[in-house]
């Protein structure tokens, strides 16, 4: 059982994100998070948004992606601390369901250009815009 418990042990290590040293939201535009070893990501109030992990992010399916659009110009409001663990964002279009863990903050910081890359990629597939809709 003991082996067990080392096997699980070292491969949840593995995978673990370093610690969060820094937590800076710099409102409206972005959250500024620092991890050890000197990692630092400055994240776009667009990015996070659009990365939010609410299930009810307003998320529209186009041909089985799921795409949000017209977010370019979101802001975040404020932050609320959750525990010791994450906090969850305010965004100023009033969307506030999803908390940021630091590990997420940290795969969102170091996957950025990415998954950034794919998100425009996918938008331009379908048509779609990161602007939001013109007003009429």
């Given at each position: 059982?003991?082996?067990?418990?080392?096997?699980?042990?070292?491969?949840?290590?593995?995978?673990?994100s370093?610690?969060?040293?820094?937590?800076?939201?710099?409102?409206?535009?972005?959250?500024?998070?620092?991890?050890?070893?000197?990692?630092?990501?400055?994240?776009?109030?667009?990015?996070?948004?659009?990365?939010?992990?609410?299930?009810?992010?307003?998320?529209?399916?186009?041909?089985?992606?799921?795409?949000?659009?017209?977010?370019?110009?979101?802001?975040?409001?404020?932050a609320?601390?959750?525990?010791?663990?994450?906090?969850?964002?305010?965004?100023?279009?009033?969307?506030?369901?999803?908390?940021?863990?630091?590990?997420?903050?940290?795969?969102?910081?170091?996957?950025?250009?990415?998954?950034?890359?794919?998100?425009?990629?996918?938008?331009?597939?379908?048509?779609?815009?990161?602007?939001?809709?013109?007003r009429?």
């Amino acid at each position: 059982m003991n082996v067990i418990r080392r096997g699980v042990r070292s491969i949840h290590t593995a995978v673990d994100s370093p610690r969060l040293t820094r937590f800076a939201l710099q409102p409206p535009k972005f959250v500024e998070v620092e991890f050890e070893k000197g990692s630092l990501y400055k994240l776009s109030a667009e990015y996070l948004r659009i990365y939010s992990p609410a299930v009810d992010s307003k998320i529209r399916s186009i041909c089985g992606e799921k795409v949000i659009t017209g977010r370019r110009h979101v802001g975040i409001m404020s932050a609320e601390p959750i525990g010791n663990y994450g906090v969850r964002l305010l965004f100023d279009d009033l969307h506030k369901t999803g908390i940021f863990t630091w590990d997420y903050f940290y795969h969102l910081g170091s996957n950025k250009f990415t998954l950034m890359r794919n998100y425009v990629r996918t938008l331009k597939k379908h048509g779609l815009s990161r602007d939001p809709p013109r007003r009429r």
